[in-house]
């Protein structure tokens, strides 16, 4: 695994599944929620998944979350890629968990 290289974040292990819990966030096995960012870069779509601790909504339909550019559900499979609901595959190089520090907060 690459080491994050962003500060305050640790690199978490892969998921095993990744569902749509709403509009802007993924639920895994775990329970633990994942806030993706999404960046193209010619022409390529790149996400990345940020593991934080926040509190949930009531989970939304499909139909409610609308058109995405991201799929419903990622699912690892053995080769290290996720395969994803409309069935293309996708590549997660790491996870990170963000820890959010707000100053004079303690």
């Known amino acids: 695994?690459?080491?994050?290289?962003?500060r305050g974040e640790e690199v978490t292990d892969h998921p095993d599944r990744l569902w749509a819990w709403d509009k802007f966030v993924y639920l895994d096995e775990k329970q633990r929620a994942w806030l993706p960012l999404t960046i193209e870069i010619e022409d390529r779509l790149r996400?990345?998944?940020r593991q934080e601790d926040i509190l949930l909504?009531?989970?939304m339909t499909?139909?409610?979350i609308g058109p995405s550019l991201l799929p419903i559900l990622?699912?690892?499979?053995?080769d290290g890629r996720y395969r994803s609901s409309d069935s293309?595959?996708?590549r997660l190089v790491y996870h990170?968990?963000?820890s959010v520090?707000?100053?004079?907060i303690h």
């Open 74 to 78: 990622w699912q690892l499979y053995p």
């Open 62 to 64: 499909p139909s409610q």
């Open 101 to 104: 520090f707000l100053p004079g």
């Open 57 to 59: 909504g009531n989970p």
């Open 96 to 98: 990170i968990k963000a």
């Open 88 to 90: 293309s595959f996708w």
């Open 1 to 6: 695994m690459a080491e994050c290289p962003l």
């Open 47 to 49: 996400v990345l998944l």
